[in-house]
């Protein structure tokens, strides 16, 4: 069971927002998730407001090797320069 995590689209056509999710890699776009990591938000004003993660539960992943994709991976350093800079 290869475990990757990614965005899942929730939003509606005009309104994108997504689900940061635990997924086997063989489940489609809209399969049922292992564990909902964290919620983005593309059309929000602050950057604070866009991403947010339970770190908790994202470091858990990282380290029993689910693998993030490109997308997420840079949300993932962005809000970690986030977090050490305020």
Partial sequence: MAVVLRL???GKRTQPHYRVV????ARG???????????YNPKAEKDKEKVSFNMAK???????GA???A???TLITRAR?????G
């Avoid at 776009?29 to 919620?39: K, R, T, Y």
């Fill in 8 to 10: 899942q689209r929730i």
């Fill in 22 to 25: 635990a997924i086997e890699k």
């Fill in 29 to 39: 776009p809209h399969g049922a998730p292992l564990e909902i990591v964290g919620h």
């Fill in 58 to 64: 994202l470091d858990r992943w990282i380290k029993t």
């Fill in 67 to 69: 693998k993030a994709s």
């Fill in 71 to 73: 997308t997420l991976g």
């Fill in 81 to 85: 320069k986030a977090e050490k800079a």
